[in-house]
């Protein structure tokens, strides 16, 4: 039993929903972040979605984007960005999720990628525009790799097609609340009740659902309905506004502890 899903039966036995925290390596430079990083870590989330920054993050708002540009401007690289997770992962036994676009991961060359992700201790790759009909090259390079690559379902996914990438999936599947992008706002729990419902039908995985989640309330709204919820432009929310602060690893710490208590006994 690899760590997501030792985290997953941990979180299903405590009767919580996970809390899974996105955040761009290296914002806003490499020794703050990996500070926060650490701090967030130990405060309350039960897995860790590290993003690798990227000129061209199309799925995702402007707050995001901005991290990544920020990151970039300090050099970071998928390279620097799995330098970080080895440093993380000796701090913290929780899952280390990457969070990426295929196209730094085709650049650096995906067998390398696989050996330097596994190596460094990460669990898992999430990448947001690659599809199950155009990921063998990806797919077929995970040579004995215990390394999940983490599939999306979208609220306009039909049924037949939530099934299809179901029999792809390992380790959670990400079901995107709404259309449009990171945080964006607006959240229908409605929706998200149907479309978790369909999606139970199609996969035994545990669903974390993301996208639009930014307050204490909306957390508790959704783990009440999903395994996992994702949060990321709120965390990099919090960053950018207080990016002269010396305590701001204090402040992404306590924000984790809120939102930690709010995704407790309702799985």
């Given at each position: 039993?690899?760590r997501?899903?030792?985290?997953?039966?941990?979180?299903?036995?405590?009767?919580?929903?996970?809390?899974?925290?996105?955040?761009?390596?290296?914002?806003?430079?490499?020794?703050?972040?990996?500070?926060?990083?650490?701090?967030?870590?130990?405060?309350?989330?039960?897995i860790?979605?590290?993003?690798?920054?990227?000129?061209?993050?199309?799925?995702?708002?402007?707050?995001?984007?901005?991290?990544?540009?920020?990151?970039l401007?300090?050099?970071?690289?998928?390279?620097?960005?799995?330098?970080?997770?080895?440093?993380?992962?000796?701090?913290?036994?929780?899952?280390?999720?990457?969070?990426?676009?295929?196209?730094?991961?085709?650049?650096?060359?995906?067998?390398?990628?696989?050996?330097?992700?596994?190596?460094?201790?990460?669990d898992?790759?999430?990448?947001?525009?690659?599809?199950?009909?155009?990921?063998?090259?990806?797919?077929?390079?995970?040579?004995?790799?215990?390394?999940?690559?983490?599939?999306?379902?979208?609220?306009?996914?039909?049924?037949?097609?939530?099934?299809?990438?179901?029999?792809?999936?390992?380790?959670?599947?990400?079901?995107?609340?709404?259309?449009?992008?990171?945080?964006?706002?607006?959240?229908?729990?409605?929706?998200?009740?149907e479309?978790?419902?369909?999606?139970?039908?199609?996969?035994?995985?545990?669903?974390?659902?993301?996208?639009?989640?930014?307050?204490?309330?909306?957390?508790?709204?959704?783990?009440?309905?999903?395994?996992?919820?994702?949060?990321?432009?709120?965390?990099?929310?919090?960053?950018?506004?207080?990016?002269?602060?010396?305590d701001?690893?204090?402040?992404?710490?306590?924000?984790?502890?809120?939102?930690?208590?709010?995704?407790?006994?309702?799985?």
């Amino acid at each position: 039993m690899n760590r997501i899903e030792e985290t997953f039966k941990r979180l299903k036995q405590n009767k919580e929903a996970g809390l899974v925290g996105f955040v761009t390596a290296g914002d806003p430079d490499i020794a703050t972040s990996e500070r926060i990083i650490t701090g967030m870590c130990k405060s309350g989330l039960d897995i860790l979605e590290l993003g690798i920054p990227f000129s061209d993050p199309t799925a995702d708002g402007p707050v995001i984007q901005r991290s990544s540009a920020r990151a970039l401007a300090q050099g970071v690289n998928i390279g620097k960005v799995l330098e970080m997770t080895a440093i993380i992962r000796k701090q913290t036994p929780i899952p280390i999720i990457l969070f990426s676009y295929y196209n730094p991961i085709h650049a650096y060359g995906v067998e390398k990628f696989y050996h330097d992700a596994v190596g460094a201790g990460a669990d898992g790759v999430l990448l947001v525009d690659l599809p199950p009909e155009e990921s063998d090259e990806m797919t077929s390079q995970n040579q004995g790799y215990d390394f999940d690559l983490i599939r999306l379902v979208a609220p306009t996914t039909p049924v037949e097609r939530m099934k299809y990438i179901a029999e792809f999936a390992k380790g959670f599947l990400y079901l995107v609340s709404k259309t449009g992008v990171t945080g964006s706002d607006g959240l229908d729990t409605g929706d998200i009740r149907e479309n978790m419902r369909q999606l139970r039908l199609c996969t035994r995985l545990p669903i974390c659902v993301g996208f639009g989640i930014s307050t204490a309330e909306d957390v508790a709204a959704v783990a009440a309905l999903a395994d996992g919820v994702v949060i990321g432009s709120a965390f990099e929310r919090l960053i950018e506004e207080n990016l002269d602060d010396a305590d701001l690893d204090l402040l992404l710490a306590k924000k984790v502890k809120v939102y930690k208590a709010a995704t407790i006994n309702f799985s």
